[in-house]
């Protein structure tokens, strides 16, 4: 009977192990759904590199017409920049 008693425990035990594993398993992501976590990042990246270059585009637009109305209005380019 001592032997049913320690297998019986070590059956707990065991199955307690098991209950946690499943339990940390439960939240990690499937397969699928991490190929389609990859595939949407992949697409954030590639929208952030066209955001990117707008932005580096539109800059250098405002750098030019800066350049253009300083010219136009003869102000030296500290007063036209808002400095005195």
Do not use: W
Request: charged share 35%; proline share 2%.
């Amino acid at each position: 009977m001592d032997d049913d008693k320690y297998i019986g425990h070590k059956l707990e035990l065991i199955l307690d192990e098991i209950k946690a594993v499943h339990e940390l398993v439960a939240d990690v992501p499937t397969r699928g759904e991490f190929n389609r976590l990859e595939q949407k990042v992949d697409k954030l990246s590639d929208d952030m590199e066209v955001v990117k270059a707008a932005v580096k585009a539109t800059n250098s637009d405002v750098a030019d017409l800066s350049r253009d109305v300083e010219k136009h209005m003869g102000l030296p380019a500290h007063m036209a920049h808002g400095h005195a």
